[in-house]
């Protein structure tokens, strides 16, 4: 009988997640960035999402090594550990809402 679960599946979806995360904040913080300087805002506004991009970029340069990571963690039953990139993506998110509240109160 073959099993119902395969081993490989979840860290398959796992990625697509963590790059879904990425992606969105790479273009949330360079369109949000692009957005608040064709306002007229002051260019140091623009820095959070700035932040947020180089955040999605970093995590997204990631994936492909944290795949392979977890992929061997998986098989041979041992936990994995992603706090780093939790981290990053936090950080990321919590920026795009200060450069939003910046821009709320400057413009």
Known sequence: ????????????????AWVRTAALLAVTGLGAGGLTLRAGVTPPAAVP???????????????GVRYQRAQRALHAG?????????LIAWFGTF??????????VIR
């Not at 936990?79 to 939790?86: Q, S, Y």
């Not at 920026?95 to 709320?104: D, E, L, Q, T």
């Open 1 to 16: 009988m073959t099993p119902l679960w395969d081993r490989g599946l979840q860290n398959e979806r796992t990625r697509l």
């Open 95 to 104: 920026v795009v809402s200060v450069g939003a509240a910046v821009f709320v």
């Open 49 to 63: 999402f700035g932040l947020a991009a180089v955040c999605g970029a970093v995590l997204l340069a990631r994936t």
């Open 78 to 86: 041992v936990p994995l550990d992603h706090r780093a990139d939790a």
